[in-house]
């Protein structure tokens, strides 16, 4: 079976038209509601509600511990790991070897003056 792209593109072409079409008559077929005249002092209106904003207030339940006894468990935990997020603060495994002691300056182009005081 070989299928006309022409045929497709055609069809899906009229099938929108024909919603374009039917859908004002929706609109129509929607039931019109009366609405009360405003100039009118004696129409009848709904009632006025009110929903108190405290209507689905929860009250704060108690916690097991108070925010410093928190944080200051929080402070050991992460002293325990012997770092802060993967960082060592200081603390250097022993299998690691120590790095070798380099001069910062070096390279800066900062001898001239070093060798002038000497």
Do not use: C
């Not at 209507?55 to 928190?70: F, G, S, V």
Request: glycine share 6%; aromatic share 6%; charged share 20%.
């Amino acid at each position: 079976m070989i299928i006309d792209v022409e045929e497709i593109m055609f069809f899906s072409l009229k099938l929108m038209l024909a919603g374009l079409v039917l859908l004002p008559l929706a609109a129509f077929a929607q039931a019109i509601q009366q609405q009360p005249d405003p100039a009118d002092a004696h129409a009848a209106v709904p009632a006025p509600g009110y929903t108190s904003a405290f209507n689905n207030y929860r009250p704060a339940t108690e916690q097991a511990a108070t925010p410093d006894k928190l944080w200051r468990a929080a402070n050991d935990e992460v002293q325990k790991t012997a770092g802060h997020v993967g960082h060592t603060m200081g603390v250097e495994s022993s299998d690691a070897e120590p790095a070798p002691k380099t001069d910062a300056h070096a390279g800066h182009g900062h001898d001239s003056h070093q060798s002038k005081g000497k």
